[in-house]
């Protein structure tokens, strides 16, 4: 695992590592896309989160940044069989992504189909981790007890995810703080934790930080980054209390 993040001495640099810029929404155009990846180089994000359709797309818009290409599996229902997923994310790769940001099957987790779900995300896991990528599979916990999120949480490691995420960003509610510290104890050292679903200011972002993320997904990137090197960098004004996720 990396070395814990904190709030109260993180860099720009690795604040915005943190962030995948997130390009997923259903009406964004080519153009839009590009736009964001542009909007990604220009601030160095960790990666953008983008479309299957877009892999191609965002991997020559970002060919000569840092910024990495992520994509999503079975999104955002986890529904897709699990050939289907493996399918997916070898064609993913295949077009340029590296990590991959898949759902488990909610439905069957809630059925307490257990070695489904293991087996499912483990499939997506082999074929990722053969070819050099990491996978972060959401939990989507909008649907989930705590029992099941701390359930889910032992399934993803034991099938060798690299990441936990709270959410697609699509469903009733996304990131909590008692969430991700519910997730943070439920699994090891060696898996880290996503945050994703709204997230959209900076103390909101220092906040997940905190709570154990060190990776967020987040549209409001410029806003974010923006107000941090304005307030951290600029002036030696504190940084306002966090307002509530919703």
Not at 168 to 183: I, N, Q, R, V, Y
Request: charged share 25%; net charge negative.
């Amino acid at each position: 695992m990396l070395p814990a993040l904190n709030s109260k001495t993180i860099t720009y640099e690795q604040l915005a590592k943190v962030i995948d810029h997130s390009l997923l929404r259903p009406e964004l155009t080519e153009a839009d896309v590009i736009a964001g990846c542009e909007l990604a180089a220009r601030y160095q994000t960790a990666t953008v989160c983008v479309k299957p359709c877009h892999v191609k797309l965002a991997k020559e818009a970002l060919k000569n940044s840092s910024v990495k290409v992520t994509t999503t599996i079975g999104f955002p229902h986890g529904a897709h069989l699990t050939a289907i997923k493996v399918a997916e994310a070898q064609q993913a790769m295949d077009d340029g992504a590296v990590e991959l940001d898949m759902v488990l099957n909610i439905g069957q987790l809630r059925s307490g189909k257990t070695d489904y779900v293991r087996d499912d995300i483990r499939a997506v896991c082999n074929a990722a981790h053969a070819r050099g990528a990491k996978v972060k599979v959401i939990l989507e916990n909008a649907y989930l007890t705590d029992e099941q999120k701390v359930l889910a949480c032992e399934l993803s490691e034991e099938a060798g995810a690299d990441w936990v995420k709270t959410s697609t960003g699509f469903a009733p509610s996304g990131a909590t703080l008692e969430d991700l510290l519910l997730m943070r104890r439920s699994v090891s050292d060696r898996v880290q934790v996503k945050a994703a679903g709204g997230v959209r200011t900076l103390s909101a972002l220092l906040d997940v930080i905190d709570a154990g993320a060190n990776r967020c997904g987040a549209t409001a990137t410029a806003a974010i980054l923006d107000e941090f090197k304005r307030l951290r960098e600029g002036t030696e004004s504190p940084i306002p209390a966090a307002d509530p996720i919703p």
